[in-house]
């Protein structure tokens, strides 16, 4: 059997280029850099005519308080799910006209001025949920129960039809109570 030779080939450090900080190299190393700084583009950081879908096809919106922000969640949401949010946002205004609105943790959020949050609203892959923060309460109670004893939640599917004048009771209902101040 015959020896094999290593064919690795010894490598050695190119000779180090550094410059003093003051030379003159090193200025114009440093001028070059802001010029390149500016070409960049613009990082997903800047806000975008279309809000990022978060998992479940929630829309990334930035928090804000008033109708403004909520209105650009609905309009965010996809298909059918901004279709029902819009109706479930009309028909919280018709029950309750004093209601105050604002996105917060991605999510709108309705409540009434000095008494807290009453109902809040999610996306998620296959429906909405509903959130009332107070939903114990109501009468009867909605179907979904949490792991909190005061909350209540109600699952919106698409295509399921939306009992309007129990949704109606229930947001009357909420927004009489001590809603959730956080």
Do not use: C
């Not at 829309?59 to 804000?64: L, M, S, T, W």
Request: charged content about 20%; glycine content about 8%.
């Amino acid at each position: 059997m015959a020896a094999r030779r290593s064919t690795k080939t010894k490598k050695t450090k190119a000779p180090s280029t550094s410059t003093k900080k003051g030379s003159k190299s090193a200025r114009r190393a440093t001028a070059a850099r802001p010029a390149a700084k500016a070409q960049r583009t613009p990082t997903s950081r800047t806000s975008s005519a279309t809000p990022k879908l978060l998992s479940g096809g929630n829309p990334q919106i930035a928090k804000g308080e008033g109708d403004a922000p909520v209105q650009a969640y609905l309009a965010a949401l996809p298909g059918w799910k901004s279709v029902v949010a819009r109706t479930l946002d009309a028909l919280i205004v018709r029950a309750v006209p004093q209601v105050k609105k604002a996105v917060k943790w991605n999510s709108p959020f309705y409540g009434i001025e000095g008494q807290g949050w009453f109902l809040g609203v999610h996306a998620y892959a296959k429906y909405l949920k509903v959130a009332f923060f107070r939903g114990s309460m109501l009468t009867p109670p909605p179907p979904g129960e949490s792991k909190s004893k005061e909350v209540r939640y109600l699952d919106l599917h698409e295509g399921a039809p939306l009992d309007e004048a129990q949704l109606m009771r229930w947001l009357q209902q909420a927004a009489a109570l001590p809603g959730w101040m956080g």
